[in-house]
């Protein structure tokens, strides 16, 4: 009270309590000493005493986040702090003064909150996967020098050479001919890119498929399995849809992306872990890409005045071969089917057929 000037309560008024100070530990940052004190909010200052003292305007503090265990600090610009012993009593303290926590952080202490902010994350990822990924894949694909594909798809051969194919034993006058046969079909649309037919045999039985470099590989047990030409320029139209598509490159980029998405969402746990998930977003990128590759083909047949029936034919023969497997190859696991890189021979003859009929 100033001498002089008259209290406005009155001469009898009982002065007005202080706010109970609230019991911290104080650390200078200069030893591991806590220096036990009270802390109070003055005006716009914070100021606590006991066995140490010190003021300091409010908006030079920085104050830890509430959480329900953790202890609270409240931290000085010189990285001096304070740890608060009584959360609900700070609580009290910063309540009384006006301070209130950011919305971020009442979010967090809320569990509606908590599952509405899951949901949306949720939500982002799978839009990101399902739209954003795509696109992304496709137009960084498309922007690849052919170098690059040139190099990646050279290289995939080289291994393939070595461990898995040897040189074709079909006649040079078939392979000839097979190569004159597609080379005189015209596609559904333009813009192909350049392409080169390679005969293979394989040890891994009847396959195709194409490279980024625009090599497209038939093996011979593949010609020996359908032994019709009309079905075997089936099966490289649709394998000149995965390059006219850049599958391999799309697939290659997206693998890279869910890969590093997975690891960073999953922190490193382990590597297997982590490619799992990616193992099984990837396969459905992968049936995807199998049923725009056929409708390639179906629209490249048709074209060609080649029927549907002889592209459903390969599946049928596909499905059969593996049927005739060794008794004694592993069981497929659980999920193998929602796991497979291609969709069913059934599904796919499916649509051949409702194409063939529009």
């Known amino acids: 009270m100033t001498a002089g000037v008259p209290d406005p309560a009155g001469p009898d008024a ?5 706010a109970p100070a609230v019991a911290a530990r104080y650390f200078d940052g200069l030893s591991s000493r ?17 066995e140490a003292s010190r003021s300091c305007p409010l908006h030079q503090l920085r104050l830890s986040e509430r959480s329900r265990h953790a202890v609270r600090r409240v931290t000085f610009p010189d ?22 926590d950011s919305w971020v952080v009442r979010l967090q202490q809320s569990w509606r909150g908590a599952l509405l902010a899951l949901g949306a994350c949720v939500l982002a ?18 922007a690849l020098p052919p170098a690059v ?52 045999a394989s040890r891994i039985g009847p396959n195709a498929f194409a490279l980024p470099s625009g090599d497209i590989v038939l093996t011979d047990q593949m010609v020996e399995l359908l032994d019709d030409e009309a079905a075997l320029m089936g099966v490289l ?21 869910l890969t590093a998405t997975t690891s960073l969402l999953l922190g490193d746990v382990s590597s297997v872990l982590a490619a799992l998930p990616a193992l099984a977003l990837d396969a459905k990128y992968s049936r995807d890409a199998e049923r725009e590759a056929d409708d390639y083909a179906a629209a490249m047949l048709r074209r060609n005045g080649i029927g549907l029936e002889h592209l459903a034919a390969v599946f049928a023969k596909l499905e059969q071969a593996a049927a005739d497997a060794p008794a004694h190859a592993a069981a497929a696991p659980p999920g193998a089917d929602y796991l497979s890189s291609h969709p069913s021979s059934a599904e796919r003859i499916a649509r051949l057929r409702a194409a063939g009929r529009r």
């Open 237 to 257: 139209a649709h394998e000149l849809g995965h390059l006219h598509q850049r599958h391999l490159m799309r697939r290659v980029i997206q693998g890279a992306a």
């Open 34 to 50: 806590p220096w036990r004190v009270g802390l109070r909010l003055r005006g716009d200052a914070a100021e606590f005493d006991g």
């Open 14 to 18: 009982a002065p007005t309590p202080a």
């Open 79 to 100: 990285g001096a702090y304070l740890e608060i012993d009584d959360n609900a009593a700070f609580e009290r303290l910063l309540g009384a003064s006006g301070q209130r």
């Open 149 to 200: 594909e040139r190099r990646l798809g050279d290289g995939v051969l080289a291994v393939l050479d070595a461990r898995m194919f040897a040189p074709s034993q079909l006649p040079a006058a078939r392979r000839r001919a097979l190569q004159a046969s597609f080379a005189a079909l015209a596609p559904p649309r333009p813009g192909v890119p350049p392409w080169q037919l390679q005969f293979r």
């Open 125 to 142: 990822l799978l839009a990101g996967y399902q739209y954003l990924l795509p696109l992304a894949a496709g137009a960084i694909a498309a």
